[in-house]
């Protein structure tokens, strides 16, 4: 059975404002990461806060994306600000979808 979803690991830790912010970019990429893999079954988003000093928390998110055939996975994606961090790491991701799957002889080719 094939079945489509999003789960999230760590998203307790933010306050709401953080967690809608999250969730709302999770929905905006999830159909585009969708159309470049036809059989997608699960995106997992796994957010870690890092809080350093005072007041400011720093985010690192890491996205896996799993097909039967792949597992893509961004790893990379650290900042101070948790939509820019989300942006970055879904877009890595998305970035490894496009190279493991379409490779260079699919392109088509100038006359």
Known sequence: MQYDEIKYV???ELNPLEQESVH???IEYF????REVDNLVSMKVTIKTHHIGGKRKKYSIHVQMSSPGHTFTST????????RTMHKSCTECLAQIIHRIHPVDRRPRRK
């Open 10 to 12: 760590g998203l307790h």
């Open 24 to 26: 709302k970019i999770a």
């Open 76 to 83: 990379r994606a650290v900042d101070w600000d948790i939509s």
């Open 31 to 34: 159909p585009k990461m969708k």
